[in-house]
Structure formats: structure tokens, C-alpha cells
């Protein structure tokens, strides 16, 4: 069992940053593949960023390649997501997930946090 929290969300201006953080409790979360993904109004939930178990994996979606950074710090069970050059449609609770292959989906979810990005 993994408990998600994420932190970090707010109000930024287009071209500003924010970092995410997501604080994972429970046992053997360095076996975890974490994950970031995010929903919009009136949008499916979509995949954003991922990272395996040591971090020397990452993947992005096409719309956040060289703008955003996954990376995790397995000594304090944390995963970030750092968010650079923002834009108004990055706007989305994002959501942090884990699971221990993710070849099927992710397991455990966070209750996500809320960016809002002004334009």
C-alpha cells in the first residue's frame, strides 16, 4: 500500500515555473515507477511525465518535452515534477501515481493539486 500527497500547485503567470512535489508513505517506494499526469476541465486525465525506479529512465509527453523535468529522490520517498516556461493549457489538476511495473496503468493515486496558469 503507497499513500500519495502531492504538493506545490498555484496560480503563475505564462512563462513562469512551479515545482511539484509528491511525498509517498508506505514501504519499498524506490521499487515504485512514479508518475505524473494531469486533467483539465472538461479533458481526459492525461500522462505528463514518468520515471522508473532509480530515475535514470524518464519519459514525457510530446507537449511537455523540454519544459518540464521529472525526477525522484528515493531517500525521502519523493518524486517532483519541475515545471519551467509554463503556459495558459498546462492548466489541469495534476495528479501523482505509482505502481510497480505500470505496464498496466498506475495503482495508487494522489488527490491531486491545482495549477492554474495565467495568460
Known amino acids: 500500500q503507497v499513500q500519495l500527497v502531492e504538493s506545490g500547485g498555484g496560480l503563475v503567470q505564462a512563462g513562469g515555473s512551479l515545482r511539484l512535489s509528491c511525498a509517498a508513505s508506505g514501504r519499498s517506494f524506490s521499487r515504485y515507477v512514479m508518475g505524473w499526469f494531469r486533467q483539465a476541465p472538461g479533458k481526459e486525465r492525461e500522462f505528463v511525465a514518468g520515471i522508473n525506479w532509480n530515475g535514470d529512465t524518464t519519459y514525457y509527453a510530446d507537449s511537455v518535452k523540454g519544459r518540464f523535468t521529472i525526477s525522484r529522490d528515493n531517500a525521502k520517498n519523493t518524486v517532483y515534477l519541475q515545471m519551467n516556461s509554463l503556459k495558459p493549457e498546462d492548466t489541469a489538476v495534476y495528479y501523482c501515481?505509482?505502481?510497480?511495473?505500470?505496464?498496466?496503468?498506475?495503482?495508487?493515486w494522489g488527490q491531486g493539486t491545482q495549477v492554474t496558469i495565467s495568460s
Open positions: 501515481a505509482a505502481d510497480q511495473t505500470a505496464t498496466s496503468g498506475y495503482r495508487y
